[in-house]
C-alpha cells in the first residue's frame, strides 16, 4: 500500500507572520525562539533549529462533529513555506522521535483504531491501518506530548 504524509498548508498562517508579539498574543499565539531541540513545525515537518523564531498556537487539526474533534497544540517555523512528501516518504521531525501515535479516522471522523509506533516501524504501521478498509485517514500525533503532528492518506 502506498500513503503521503501531508504537512499543514501554509496559506492560513502567513498573515501571522511579521504580526507584534502583542497581535499575536491577541489571537492566544505565543512568539518564541527556539532553544534546543523539540519544536516540530508543522508546514515543514522538520524540527525548528535553535534561534529560529517559531510560533506556538493552538490548532483544530481534527474538525469533524464527533466526540474525536480535536485542538492542540502546534508550532509553526516563522516564514516557513508548507512542504511537500513524496509517496511513503517519512518527514524528518517523525525519524527525529522514537515513537508516534498512529490514530486512524473513517471518512465521519470517527476514530477506529490507534497505536503509538516506534518510527522504525513507521511504514509497517501505517500500511496496516490503511489496511482497513473502513479507515479514510490517519492522524499522526507526537507520543511524548500528544501534539498533532500530520494527515496521513493512502494513494
Not at 498556537?57 to 481534527?62: A, I, L, P, T, V
Not at 512528501?85 to 486512524?104: H, K, M, T, V, Y
Amino acid at each position: 500500500m502506498s500513503f503521503v504524509v501531508s504537512a499543514l498548508p501554509a496559506a492560513p498562517f502567513q498573515p501571522l507572520f511579521g504580526l507584534s508579539d502583542d497581535a499575536l498574543a491577541a489571537q492566544g499565539i505565543q512568539r518564541r525562539v527556539v532553544e534546543g531541540p523539540g519544536s516540530p513545525c508543522r508546514l515543514t515537518l522538520e524540527d525548528a533549529r535553535p534561534g529560529e523564531t517559531v510560533l506556538l498556537m493552538n490548532y483544530e487539526h481534527q474538525p469533524a462533529d464527533t466526540p474525536f474533534r480535536s485542538r492542540h497544540a502546534i508550532f509553526v517555523r516563522e516564514g516557513a513555506s508548507e512542504r511537500r512528501f513524496g509517496p511513503g516518504e517519512i518527514p524528518p521531525a517523525f525519524s527525529a522521535r522514537q515513537f508516534l501515535s498512529l490514530r486512524a479516522f473513517d471518512a465521519a471522523g470517527m476514530m477506529i483504531e490507534a497505536d503509538i509506533v516506534a518510527t522504525t516501524e513507521l511504514t509497517p504501521a501505517i500500511d496496516r491501518l490503511l489496511a482497513d478498509p473502513q479507515a479514510a485517514y490517519l492522524h499522526a500525533h507526537y507520543a511524548g506530548a500528544g501534539c498533532y503532528a500530520a494527515r496521513i492518506d493512502r494513494i
